[in-house]
């Protein structure tokens, strides 16, 4: 009996030492599960940032460009306002052309009319 009782607190020392080796490996499996996760959270955070680089990098360029472009239609606009203003001007001198003719027009009827009315008298 005795040796029975001696055999089956072995065994519970040993159960117990099995348990806490179990928690230990559990724990260590645990442990090296989280470092994985973080690894990995890692890499996919280097990732995230290198393509977040890339994203502004790429929008950084075509701001640069719309900028350019810009740029470009505002010089535009000004040559072409520019040729606006002298159409504009030339417009403005053709009507003042077209109103002394007409001024010089209403002159020549009238001297041609008294012309015509001496010619008439003297017939």
């Not at 470009?72 to 002394?100: G, P, R, Y």
């Amino acid at each position: 009996m005795e040796a029975l009782e001696e055999r089956e607190k072995e065994l519970r020392k040993q159960y117990l030492a099995l348990s806490m080796e179990l928690m230990v490996c559990r724990s260590t499996n645990q442990s090296n599960g989280l470092s994985h996760q973080s690894l990995v959270a890692s890499s996919l955070g280097m990732v995230i940032q290198e393509e977040a680089a890339q994203t502004l990098d790429a929008l950084s360029t075509l701001a640069m460009s719309a900028a350019e472009r810009a740029s470009n239609v505002m010089a535009d606009f000004t040559a072409l306002n520019e040729k606006i203003a002298d159409l504009h001007s030339s417009v403005d001198i053709a009507c003042s052309q077209a109103e002394e003719a007409i001024i010089a027009s209403a002159h020549l009827q009238h001297e041609v009319s008294i012309l015509l009315g001496i010619l008439d008298k003297d017939c």
